[in-house]
């Protein structure tokens, strides 16, 4: 089993920035994939960006140039830089664990981001 924890959500005013951790502990395996999702009031929870265990990223359309999403070292922390907040990147949080392996995916428990304008 996979345990992971978001941090880092707040309010900021438009133009802002905030940087997202997340920490993975449990079963890790070396070959996965992480991403940030994101789920506002009322809509489905959206991609917003996702890394490979072998560097490869993903970017939603509405987050390129702005958002940049990495891994620690380790493998198992997962950090999403954003930048240029709009109010409409407003939303629940989520990282979320893909383990190649065994085809099993995890979800954290989120963190609220609130933009302002």
């Known amino acids: 089993q996979v345990q992971l924890v978001e941090s880092g959500g707040g309010l900021v005013q438009a133009g802002g920035s905030l940087r997202l951790s997340c920490a993975a502990s449990?079963?890790?395996?070396?070959?996965?994939?992480m991403g940030w999702y994101r789920q506002a009031p009322g809509k489905q929870r959206e991609l917003v960006a996702s890394v490979t265990s072998g560097g490869s990223r993903n970017y939603a359309d509405s987050v390129k140039g702005r958002f940049t999403i990495s891994m620690g070292n380790t493998k198992n922390t997962l950090f999403l830089q954003m930048n240029s907040l709009k109010p409409e990147d407003t939303a629940v949080y989520y990282c979320?664990?893909?383990?190649?392996?065994?085809?099993?995916?995890?979800w954290g428990k989120g963190t609220l981001v609130t933009v302002s304008s």
């Open positions: 979320k664990y893909s383990s190649t392996l065994t085809v099993m995916a995890y």
């Open positions: 449990g079963s890790i395996f070396n070959i996965n994939v």
